[in-house]
C-alpha cells in the first residue's frame, strides 16, 4: 500500500517579502518522512484571503492531508481560521470550548481576554482542536487539514500532539554517499541503477565547495535491503 | 501602476524529504522584494514530471514571472528542461549555442564532455540562454518562465544575469517596530491604524523568547512618507 500523502501551506507576507525565512517547512518535512508520510507538494501565500481559500480547496482535494502555518493570532491580518471555514463552507465563531481554554489561560497570567485575544477562539463547525501547550489559543483540525501556528516553538508542538493520530506509512529508509566526482562522470552509473531498482528513488544532489564540485546521491525506499544492496553496488562502481 | 508579480516553483525531492533546506527561496524573494517585483506564491514540487508540468502551466498563466529552481543537471532525475518545454508545447533537443559553450567549457577543464553532460545542452526551441558563469551549463527563459539550477551560488549568480532584464515596480519600503508586549495587546491599535492607511500592507509576525511574547510590527508600502508617517503614529500610540 502506498504511504499516505501530504502539503503543506505556509500563510505569510513576511515569509514572500524574504523578511523572515520560513523554519516550519523544514521541520515538518523531516517528521512527515520518520512516519512514513509522503510530503508531495508546498505552497506559500501570502495574508490573502482569496488565495489562502484556493490553495486549501485544491490541496485538500489532492492529499490525504494539508498542514497549514501561520495566520491564527489575534491581529487584522491573521485570515487563516476564516478562509479555512469558506472553503469548507463551514460556519464560524468564538466557539466555547476554545473560549473557556482562553479564559483560564488569560485569568492565570493576569491579562485581559480582550476582544482581539478572543478572535483566537473563532474555530470552524465540526472542527477539532490541537493542543497549544506553549500559549494556549489552539489550532484545530477541520477535515482533513491542520491548522497550526506560525510561531516555530508553537508549531512544532501542534505537528507533535497531530501526527501521532495520524496513519503512517512505512517509514522512508535512505543512505547518501558523498561523491567528489562530478554529477557528470557519475550519471550514467546512476541512471542504470535507477533502472535496475524501479521501487527506489535514487537522487543527485550536487553541491559546490571550494570550487571543487562533487554531488550526495540518495538512495530512498521503505525496502532496507534493497537501501543496502543498490547503495553497496553503487560504492563499488563509484570505486569508493 | 501595480508592481509586477511573480512566482516560485521549487523542484526536487531533497527539499519534501526534509533532507536539505531550501535556501533559493528566501535569497530570491529578498531580491525581488528590492527590484519591486511582488512574489505572491512559492511552490515545492518532487521530481515528478507531472507535478512539474501542471505547477509550471498554473503559476505561468497566473503571474507575470515564474522562476524555477533545480533538476536541469546531468543526472536521470534532471527532468526540469523536459517539463518546462512540454508545459509550452515546445519541441526540446541538444541546441548548437549551449552545445558550444559546454565544449568550450570542457575542453579548457580537461574533462569529457560525455551523453550526461550533453543533456545540459537540451534546451527547448524559443529558450533564451540564461548566463552561467559558475559553472557554464546555461539556465534559461522561455515564455515567462525563469530555469535555474538549485546549487544556491548557481542560483544567485543567475538572478543576478535575469533580474536586471526584468521592468520592476517601485521598490517596497519599510519599516519595523520591534514591541515587547503580546499581540492581543496591540491588535486594536493595528487594525486601526490598517484601516487608516489602507495602501499600506501592515503585518504583525509575533515571537517567543525565553517565555516572553512580543510582536515585530512592519509597515510597509511604495511611498515613504506614508511610511514614516504611519510608524511614527504607531509607536506613539504605543508609547515606545
Redesign the interface.
Known amino acids: 500500500m502506498p504511504n499516505p500523502t501530504a502539503a503543506m501551506l505556509?500563510i505569510?507576507?513576511?515569509?514572500?517579502?524574504?523578511?523572515?525565512?520560513?523554519a516550519n517547512?523544514?521541520?515538518?518535512?523531516?517528521?512527515?518522512?520518520k512516519q512514513g508520510i509522503d510530503?508531495?507538494?508546498?505552497?506559500?501565500?501570502?495574508?490573502d484571503a482569496t488565495?489562502i481559500e484556493q490553495a486549501v480547496r485544491a490541496l485538500s482535494d489532492r492529499f490525504d492531508h494539508v498542514f497549514t502555518s501561520g495566520g491564527i493570532?489575534?491581529?487584522?491580518?491573521d485570515i487563516t481560521a476564516d478562509c479555512i471555514a469558506r472553503a469548507f463552507g463551514a460556519s464560524i465563531d468564538v466557539r466555547a470550548d476554545a473560549r473557556a481554554l482562553l479564559e483560564r489561560h488569560y485569568e492565570n497570567s493576569g491579562?485581559e481576554l480582550?476582544?482581539?485575544?478572543l478572535?483566537?477562539a473563532r474555530i470552524p463547525e465540526g472542527a477539532t482542536l490541537i493542543d497549544n501547550p506553549?500559549?494556549t489559543a489552539p489550532g484545530f483540525t477541520l477535515g482533513n487539514v491542520h491548522v497550526m501556528a506560525?510561531?516555530p516553538?508553537?508549531f512544532q508542538a501542534m505537528v507533535a500532539s497531530v501526527l501521532p493520530k495520524l496513519t503512517g506509512g512505512d517509514p522512508?529508509l535512505?543512505q547518501t554517499l558523498r561523491i567528489n566526482r562530478?554529477?557528470?562522470?557519475?550519471?550514467?552509473t546512476?541512471?542504470a541503477l535507477?533502472e535496475d531498482y524501479p521501487e527506489l528513488?535514487?537522487?543527485?544532489?550536487?553541491?559546490?565547495v571550494n570550487g571543487v564540485?562533487g554531488?550526495n546521491v540518495?538512495v530512498?525506499g521503505t525496502n532496507g535491503s534493497q537501501v543496502d544492496a543498490a547503495t553497496t553496488r553503487l560504492a563499488k562502481e563509484l570505486e569508493l
Open positions: 505556509v505569510g507576507d513576511e515569509i514572500l517579502s524574504g523578511r523572515t525565512r520560513d517547512m523544514h521541520y515538518l518535512a523531516q517528521e512527515l518522512t510530503l508531495k507538494e508546498v505552497r506559500m501565500v501570502s495574508d488565495a493570532g489575534p491581529t487584522h491580518d491579562l480582550n476582544a482581539a485575544r478572535r483566537m506553549v500559549s506560525g510561531i516553538t508553537i522512508l535512505s562530478g554529477e557528470g562522470d557519475i550519471a550514467s546512476l541512471s535507477a528513488a535514487i537522487g543527485s544532489y550536487p553541491f559546490q564540485f554531488s540518495v530512498r
